[in-house]
């Protein structure tokens, strides 16, 4: 006789082959709205080919083998590579020839942001590591245009659609990419403490001495970095070769044991006279960086929205499939609530995230430009802060096999929590929201006109911003600008669903969110909640 023991039942079948853009109904809906409509036929291709098993494959092959470094070569000369699995690079190729990377900068038609906004998010479901790389290229580029020469030597390839990934001098490679290191071991979050030193070489360039304690992707073509030069902090571009041809001394130390991004290179270097250029003046660093960060904190937001999607997306499939107690998981009711609550928040951070990107859109309104100095630091605060906890919901969803290696959502927690680290913690953040409060009037004026556009759908609502008016007018704004960074930002996701999502979706975000019994748990929208129609829109069959 042969015994039958492992037979599998009751197990759903994996998320893949599916297209990742056409099965959102929100961010189709954000996509057309914000401006980037003509992008729709070139997202549907993105959304097949990111949503086939081949691309979550190589997104589970690049972190399963993650960089190595190699410091020296057989003879004791120094290499300072990093090792990197085909897979990594196979992502890197699709990023590059999507034009993630740079595509707006090259190709600045109306919308160009939103439609790389709509990518980005949807590359960010497969693999987050190969992100940053993606993120540095992109934020870098508003930076090296403010000066025509290094423009002019930068942009053309950076511009390319070809991912190159070989270690060359930067005049002999087919595309390129830039990165930034600004942090020391003193300092973090405080980069006018650094201490490497820039002195100048006598030919228009500068030397640097001293070490970065987190620098990213030490393998790509160039970085910026901040370093104290003698009119004090300054922005330089340093390559990784000489305009000589010799490998410029940025010596990788190692690379980072990280929680997460472990597909990604994040490394410690010194520079032992590394040659740099000067990006804008002497003394005026931080202001250059901090438009970089504009963009990259941007970054953080959908790549945070992209992962909160594809947890929410597993589990929603997990619960068609799976039966518990005489009936389909998605069928059971304290299940719809959940799932629907988690469809919710994402659906709230997608909208806010195109609507950000449309601002980026519009550089030369300065009521857009406002608003998107006040909501980047606020989105990125909120949003970030509630990826890691909606990872985990849905992890809970799926129970063991969400907790286990084998599938994604074990990564997507993991890598959560870099989002709200990276480019400035959750009080860097909210004191921002404070700076861009303080340094123009107009900027509390123009953000209750875009809140005024909602005014009068919903009781709840108008009495929120009652309530949040009360908030700026606070004489502690500091010690409560958490509160008032999380308000701000509900309130915008509120407006944006009453103008543009069905009245049943605004009315659960209304009446969860914003009334003030809500306890931040997931599953508990009101019993009279439109479910179906919450999960429908989450994930189409």
Known sequence: ???????????????????????????????????????????????????????????????????????????????????????????????????????????????????????????AQVEAGSLCPTTMTYGAIPALRRQQELASHWLPTLFSREYDERDLPFAQKRGGLIGMGMTEKQ???????????????????????????????????AHLV?????????????????????KNPVEIQRLKDKLGNCSNASSEVEFRGAW?????????????????GTYTRLDCVLGTTGMMRQALSQAIHHCRHRSAFGAKLAD??????????????????????????????????????????LLT???????????????AEAMEVMGGNGYVEEGIHARIYREMPVNSI???????????????????????????????????????YDQYLTQLQRQFSQPERETQA???TQSLTLAIQASLLLQHAPEAVADAFCRSRLAGDWGDSFGTLPANTDFALLIGRALTE
């Open 377 to 391: 630091p606020a989105a990125k605060y909120w949003i970030c802060k509630r990826g890691p906890e909606l990872a």
């Open 1 to 123: 006789m042969v015994w039958q023991t492992h037979k599998v039942i009751n197990q759903s079948g994996p998320l893949a082959d599916y297209n990742l853009f056409s099965t959102d109904v929100a961010l189709n809906e954000a996509v057309r709205r914000e401006g980037a409509g003509w992008a729709v036929e070139s997202l549907l291709a993105m959304g097949a080919e990111l949503g086939s098993a081949d691309s979550f494959e190589h997104g589970r092959l690049a972190n399963q083998y993650p960089p190595v470094l190699r410091s020296f070569d057989m003879k004791g000369n120094r290499r300072d590579q990093v090792e990197f699995h085909p897979s990594w690079h196979a992502l890197m190729r699709g990023i590059v020839s999507r034009g993630f990377h740079t595509g707006p900068w090259a190709d600045p038609r109306p919308g160009a942001h939103v439609a790389r906004a709509a990518g980005y998010l949807l590359q």
């Open 276 to 292: 740099g250029q000067l990006l804008g003046e002497e003394g005026r660093g931080v202001p250059v960086i901090l438009e970089m």
């Open 422 to 460: 990276w480019e400035g913690s959750g009080n860097v953040m909210c004191l921002d929201v404070l700076r861009a409060i303080a340094k123009s009037p107009r900027t509390v004026e123009v953000l209750q006109g875009e809140l005024a556009l909602a005014t009068g759908r919903h009781a709840t």
């Open 187 to 221: 300092g973090g979050s405080d980069v006018r403490a650094n201490t490497t030193t820039a002195q100048t070489d006598g030919h228009g360039g500068y030397v640097l001495t001293g070490h970065k304690w987190f620098f990213s992707a030490p393998q790509i073509d």
């Open 226 to 246: 901040l370093a104290q030069a003698p009119d004090g902090l300054s922005c330089f571009l340093v390559p990784r070769w000489r305009p000589d041809g010799s």
């Open 332 to 373: 059971q009711p304290l299940m719809r609530n959940v799932l629907a609550d988690l469809a919710l928040e994402v659906e709230a951070a997608v909208a806010l995230s195109l609507r950000m990107a449309r601002a980026f859109d519009v550089q030369d309104d300065e009521s857009e430009t406002l608003l998107r100095r």
């Open 482 to 484: 958490r509160r008032l």
